[in-house]
Structures are given as structure tokens and as C-alpha cells.
């Protein structure tokens, strides 16, 4: 039934089978592969300083301001470049060195850290100056996850992203994990601004293992490059003409649009109606971490035994039965198995979409289709989110739950009747 519809044969066919080759000779696996450890461990402490950054950043600004204006607004600061530069990045990603890109991009995080600390002990305490902090922060932040994103594909078989996407969520959750003993170690800071340059220390040494990380990377020879919006242009006809691509992509938009206003209704949920405390509800949430962890653990045999497609419909499946859970949920046992499902459903979705994304783009076109699909991802998550707040006060946080999860089976019986299903 689906033997004229196979997308991995689909995209760069003497391009794609010459790197795999080459990589294969160099490494049949990923542990043993020097490039790709590099960006594991990168990933790893980057992880972790940014989860560091993720809990003191709103402290301090509670510090300064005692106001949840500030905090929201500073968050809405660092929301906004995934907006307005995630194109733009994407394009200058595929004009660049990538190992030099990427260089820049964590050594000005790091600069900024720096900054932010210099101002907050000096007492210089402009909140202007703290959002525009924020707003770069975030800006390097992307342009250093859509490199990377090129760099996995350019240093791992094809063959094998999806291992590689699985190990490399497996070292953000099991950080994400660690969230309420990272907490703890903050609280024990003679100065909370202390772990801002704990932060900027992993970024340097991030900095030191890409000085290690030996790439070949193709360019184009001869010529002028073509201009920043003639090469957009490339990157949006190729996304259009890959139908499973953008088929992927329009049932991601939806699908974040449930994740998002689920993850943002479950702390309002376990604080208001669970009554837990602020540390409780950190250890709880631990438990879609491990759920995480445990999807990262069986990626790989599972896209081989079911398919990416059967495995994406799943990850839908289970994400809906958390949701479900959520609405049904008396205690706190239901709410751990819920915040498990919700976790593991999230990891297999995340990598599933990643690795289809690696997969069907071809290397030079890598940067500018991260950023088209990325962009795309979140269009519709500022409406939902705004939309749940009001759901919330006029009707409860079960009515949010209930709804994502009929949201989810009317999303996985639309994919059921597309060819998606059969994506191996």
C-alpha cells in the first residue's frame, strides 16, 4: 500500500549515500564517533547551564523588582527571537563556518552572563537593559541549537539520526531531571548571581571542546552567493516541494499548540487546585523527565520494530492518554503516571520530528529549513497559551486537560488517513 510513498529515498540521493558511506567508514557507531561526542557532550553541559540560567534568571529579577510583571515580561524577552530571527539565522547558518558560528554564539552568551552579573552587583538595576540581556541571550541561544542542528547532520549517518536525536534529548532530560537538586545548590550560593558565572564556566568550556571538533564541510565552489533573501527563497521552494516535510509540519504546529497550554496548565494545576509547594511541585515534575529519559532509551530499536510513522502516531497516543489522565486526576499517584506519559510522549514526538527533519533536508539547506520548520512549530502557541489562561479562570484547569486530549485523537485520526502513517 505504501511502497510509492518512501521519503528516505526521496532527498539527496548521491549526496546522502556518499556521506553516510564515508561516515560509516569512519564509524559504524555514534560512542566511537570523535565529531559527534564532541556535540553530545557540548549538549550535555550547555544543558546544564542553561537550566542553571532558567532558575536564577527569574530569582534575580524578583530580587530586583518584587514583580511578576518583570518576570513575565523578561520571559516574554527571550521568547521573541524564535519569532523574528529564527529565518534570518537560519539563513546565515548555511553561508558559515559552522564550528566558527558556533564559537561565537556560546562565547557571547557567555559575555553576557558575564555582563548581567558585573550590572546586578554594581546595583545597576535598569530593567531596559536586563530585557535587551535577555532578548541576545536567547538570540545566540538560537543561533547556536540551529548549527547544531546542521552539525548532527553533517557528522552522522543517515542512518543513525535518529539514535543520535535520542541521545542527545537523553542528555537534556536527565539535566532537566535534575532541576530540583540544581535549585537546592542555588539557594546554597553566597550570591545567587554566583550561578550565573557557573553557567558562563560551561559555556566555555563548550567553547574549548568545539576547538576539538574536526568537520568537513562542503561549500559551494566559484561563484557569488546569492542574496540573504534569494537564498530564503531556496530554502521555502524545497521545504514547499517536500510534501511529508511540510504534511510533518502542519501537524506539529497543532500538536505544540496542546503540549504548550498543558505544560503551562500543569504548574497552575499543582500549586492551585494539589496545593503543592514550590519545592514539592519540582521533584513531581521530575516525573516527566523520567518518562524522557526512558523514550530517549528505546528510540532507536523502536523506530526500526514500528517505523517513524507508527512511532510518531504513538507518541500522539500517549501524550493524549497523559493529557487524559491530567483531567481524571484525584491525587497525586495519578499525577505522577500522568506527568510520565505526558513526558515520554513528548521526547518520542520531539525526536521523531527531528530526526524526519535531518533526514529529508540536504545538508546545505540544513540552517535555513531549521529555521522555516522552527518558526512554523511555534506559530500557534502565543494564541493557545493566551486562549487556556481564560479557559482556566472561567472554567478550571480540567477543561484544558479534556481538551488537549479530544485535540490529540482528532489530530492522531487525521494523521491515521495520511501517508505519514507509512513513514518508515
Not at 137 to 165: C, D, E
Not at 236 to 251: E, G, I, Q, R, Y
Request: aromatic share 12%; proline share 4%.
Amino acid at each position: 500500500m505504501n511502497n510509492d510513498f518512501n521519503p528516505a529515498l526521496q532527498t539527496e540521493p548521491a549526496e546522502s549515500l556518499g556521506h553516510t558511506s564515508s561516515s560509516l567508514n569512519v564509524s559504524n557507531r555514534l560512542e566511537s564517533s570523535r565529531p559527534f561526542l564532541v556535540i553530545l557532550c557540548s549538549v550535555l553541559l550547555l544543558s546544564f547551564g542553561s537550566k542553571l540560567y532558567e532558575i536564577i534568571l527569574p530569582l534575580m529579577m524578583y530580587d530586583i523588582t518584587h514583580s511578576s510583571v518583570a518576570m513575565s515580561s523578561m520571559k516574554t524577552a527571550e521568547l521573541l527571537p524564535n519569532f523574528f530571527f529564527a529565518l534570518f539565522i537560519g539563513v546565515l547558518v548555511d553561508r558559515v563556518d559552522k564550528k566558527r558560528w558556533v564559537l561565537w554564539m556560546i562565547g557571547l552568551q557567555a559575555l553576557l552572563l558575564i555582563g548581567f552579573v558585573l550590572f546586578f552587583r554594581s546595583g545597576t538595576h535598569v530593567l531596559p537593559l536586563y530585557y535587551t540581556i535577555g532578548f541576545l541571550l536567547m538570540t545566540f541561544n538560537y543561533g547556536y541549537f540551529n548549527a547544531q542542528t546542521s552539525l548532527t547532520k553533517l557528522t552522522v549517518p543517515t542512518h543513525r539520526l535518529t539514535s543520535a536525536n535520542a541521545k542527545l534529548s537523553f542528555a537534556e532530560t536527565l539535566v532537566g531531571i535534575m532541576g530540583p537538586a540544581l535549585s537546592a545548590m542555588i539557594l546554597l550560593l553566597p550570591d545567587i548571581s554566583d550561578g550565573l558565572l557557573i553557567t558562563a564556566g560551561c559555556y566555555g568550556l563548550c567553547m574549548l571542546l568545539f576547538t576539538r571538533l574536526r568537520l568537513e564541510e562542503k561549500h559551494a565552489d566559484g561563484g557569488t552567493r546569492p542574496s540573504l533573501a534569494k537564498a530564503f527563497t531556496e530554502g521555502w521552494t524545497a521545504f514547499k516541494s517536500n510534501t511529508p516535510l511540510w504534511m510533518m509540519t502542519v501537524f506539529v504546529i497543532f500538536l505544540n499548540c496542546s503540549s504548550t497550554v498543558v505544560n503551562t496548565t500543569v504548574i497552575f494545576f499543582a500549586k492551585d487546585e494539589l496545593k503543592l509547594s514550590s519545592s514539592g511541585l519540582a521533584v513531581v515534575l521530575s516525573a516527566a523527565g523520567v518518562g524522557g529519559l526512558a523514550a530517549s532509551l528505546f528510540m532507536g530499536k523502536m523506530r526500526l520494530r514500528l517505523g517513524l510513522g507508527k512511532l510518531y502516531a504513538a507518541s500522539i497516543l500517549i501524550s493524549g492518554a497523559g493529557y487524559l489522565l491530567l483531567f481524571l486526576t484525584d491525587g497525586l499517584p495519578v499525577f505522577l503516571i500522568a506527568l510520565f506519559l505526558t513526558g515520554l510522549g513528548s521526547t518520542v514526538h520531539s525526536v521523531c520530528v527531528y530526526s524526519f527533519r535531518q533526514e529529508q533536508t540536504p545538508a546545505p539547506l540544513m540552517g535555513r529549513i531549521a529555521g522555516i520548520t522552527g518558526t512554523l512549530f511555534r506559530v500557534g502557541m502565543p494564541i493557545a497559551v493566551y486562549a487556556s489562561g481564560w479557559i482556566i479562570a472561567w472554567y478550571g484547569s480540567a477543561v484544558v486537560f479534556l481538551g488537549c486530549a479530544v485535540w490529540n485523537l482528532v489530530v492522531l485520526l487525521v494523521l491515521l488517513r495520511t501517508r505519514l502513517r507509512g513513514l518508515q
